[in-house]
């Protein structure tokens, strides 16, 4: 009988150190890295100090234009030869996220060899790269495509 009495209280013993474990985890989150994580949170930490301030409406502006046009040059290096595509003149949309990033919408006739031409949207979204020093906008290497989405695949075969 020792034996199992000697195991029972080590099993206790286990137990008991398991719940003040898990009690000791609990504080320490609650009293240390919670309120850590909520500080670094809403300190500057994580704000980008720009001039270019973000939209949630579709706006038009030079930024957004030269994005856009920058955005043409992408998809027209992305074809095959045997595709002809005809660009328009504006977006049907274009968004300035802040920070100098930009998504742009449109919709393009494209046309594969002999086939009718087809009207196809695309979105890109696109970053100009040298901050607030914007007098390099126009040039092609000052810009880093993001993501170039063809919104209308199905439609292409």
Known sequence: MDDQTTTNKTSKKRILIIIIGVIALIVFQRELLIP????????????????????MISQSSEMTQ?????????????????TTVTLPEKPLNSWGL???????????????????PIKHKYVCRISYKNGDDTSGAAEFSNWSLDGLSKVDDENQQ
Do not use: R, W
């Open 36 to 55: 850590i994580a909520k500080d670094a949170a809403t300190s500057d930490l994580f704000l980008v100090d720009s001039k270019d301030q973000g939209s």
């Open 66 to 82: 030269f994005a856009f046009q920058h955005c043409n040059a992408h998809l027209k290096a992305s074809l095959d030869e045997k």
């Open 98 to 116: 802040g920070g100098y990033e930009y998504v742009v919408s449109a919709e393009a006739d494209v046309m594969k060899e002999a086939a009718p």
